[in-house]
């Protein structure tokens, strides 16, 4: 579990979180959602400890995210960024065998390569394997970061807006794959998302951010109502079930 304790963010003199408390399941995926500078990738960053916590406390399986040794975190957890850093001259495998840097420092052995291409296929990225990152689209450039923190096979995974750029085949099969890490390796989620039909389709558990706070959290069956997503996102939003799922309609 991930427990966050009296979260609190400023940038310069903007309060960006206040008083953040809440706590992140295990094996589930988490959606983490809210409108648009909310301070939702704030969180996320703060969790994955690339901005050092202010205020408060961040514990992973209770130990504190703060004194954890870097190496020990990159074994247990991976993150992938809404702005994707693009080494321009790097190529596609290189990119996705970075991400078992952790687990080999430098000498990386079969079971390492071998994981890398399986990535690479299991993320469609094979035809691309040998392209530079400045040559491909932004969708599969996003497919071959996400296939990058895929492959360090951490028991976390945090993504910000990890469907941008995908288009539908894709987004889909993106979200499959979290529910079957979750579902068959008890593999940890972290989702941020705006498009809500997928997160009410495929997130376990729901953390809405408004303003800096915590606007409701829990089991998404229990959270996702119309009234709670209407008031979140200050505009109508109807959730409507059909054949035992729900979807939410706004427009
Ligand atoms: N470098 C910065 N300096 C000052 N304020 C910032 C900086 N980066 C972000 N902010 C502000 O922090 C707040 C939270 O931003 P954040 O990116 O966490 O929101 P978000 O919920 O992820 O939004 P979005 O859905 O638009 O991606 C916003 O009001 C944003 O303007």
Same mark, same amino acid.
């Given at each position: 579990?991930?427990?966050?304790?009296?979260?609190?963010?400023?940038?310069?003199?903007?309060?960006?979180?206040?008083?953040?408390?809440?706590?992140?399941?295990?094996?589930?995926?988490?959606?983490?959602?809210?409108?648009?500078?909310?301070?939702?990738?704030?969180?996320?960053?703060?969790?994955?400890?690339?901005?050092?916590?202010?205020?408060?406390?961040?514990?992973?399986?209770?130990?504190?995210?703060?004194?954890?040794?870097?190496?020990?975190?990159?074994?247990?957890?991976?993150?992938?960024?809404?702005?994707?850093?693009?080494?321009?001259?790097?190529?596609?495998?290189?990119?996705?065998?970075?991400?078992?840097?952790?687990?080999?420092?430098?000498?990386?052995?079969?079971?390492?390569?071998?994981?890398?291409?399986?990535?690479?296929?299991?993320?469609? $990225?094979?035809? !691309?394997? /040998?392209?530079?990152?400045?040559? #491909?689209?932004?969708?599969?450039?996003?497919? *071959? @970061?996400?296939?990058?923190?895929?492959?360090?096979?951490?028991?976390?995974?945090?993504?910000?807006?990890?469907?941008?750029?995908?288009?539908?085949?894709?987004?889909?099969?993106?979200?499959?794959?979290?529910?079957?890490?979750?579902?068959?390796?008890?593999?940890?989620?972290?989702?941020?998302?705006?498009?809500?039909?997928?997160?009410?389709?495929?997130?376990?558990?729901?953390?809405?951010?408004?303003?800096?706070?915590?606007?409701?959290?829990?089991?998404?069956?229990?959270?996702?109502?119309?009234?709670? $997503?209407?008031? !979140?996102? /200050?505009?109508?939003?109807?959730? #409507?079930?059909?054949?035992?799922?729900?979807? *939410? @309609?706004?427009?």
């Amino acid at each position: 579990m991930i427990s966050v304790s009296t979260l609190t963010h400023s940038l310069g003199h903007r309060l960006i979180l206040d008083d953040i408390s809440v706590e992140i399941p295990k094996g589930k995926i988490t959606a983490l959602i809210g409108p648009n500078g909310a301070g939702k990738s704030t969180l996320l960053h703060l969790i994955a400890r690339q901005n050092p916590v202010q205020t408060g406390v961040i514990s992973l399986d209770g130990e504190d995210i703060a004194k954890t040794a870097s190496t020990d975190m990159a074994l247990r957890m991976a993150v992938v960024a809404q702005e994707l850093g693009v080494a321009s001259r790097l190529r596609v495998r290189d990119l996705v065998g970075f991400g078992r840097w952790p687990q080999h420092q430098g000498r990386p052995t079969e079971v390492d390569k071998a994981a890398v291409e399986k990535a690479l296929e299991e993320f469609h $990225l094979l035809d !691309l394997s /040998d392209r530079f990152l400045d040559e #491909i689209s932004g969708g599969q450039r996003q497919r *071959a @970061f996400v296939a990058m923190a895929y492959v360090q096979d951490t028991d976390w995974l945090l993504l910000d807006e990890p469907l941008n750029n995908l288009d539908i085949r894709y987004a889909k099969s993106l979200m499959a794959k979290l529910r079957n890490m979750a579902e068959e390796k008890n593999k940890s989620i972290v989702i941020v998302i705006h498009d809500l039909n997928y997160a009410l389709a495929n997130a376990d558990y729901f953390i809405a951010v408004k303003e800096g706070k915590v606007a409701f959290a829990g089991e998404t069956s229990d959270v996702a109502t119309s009234e709670s $997503l209407s008031e !979140l996102y /200050d505009a109508e939003v109807n959730i #409507i079930e059909s054949d035992g799922k729900c979807f *939410a @309609f706004h427009h």
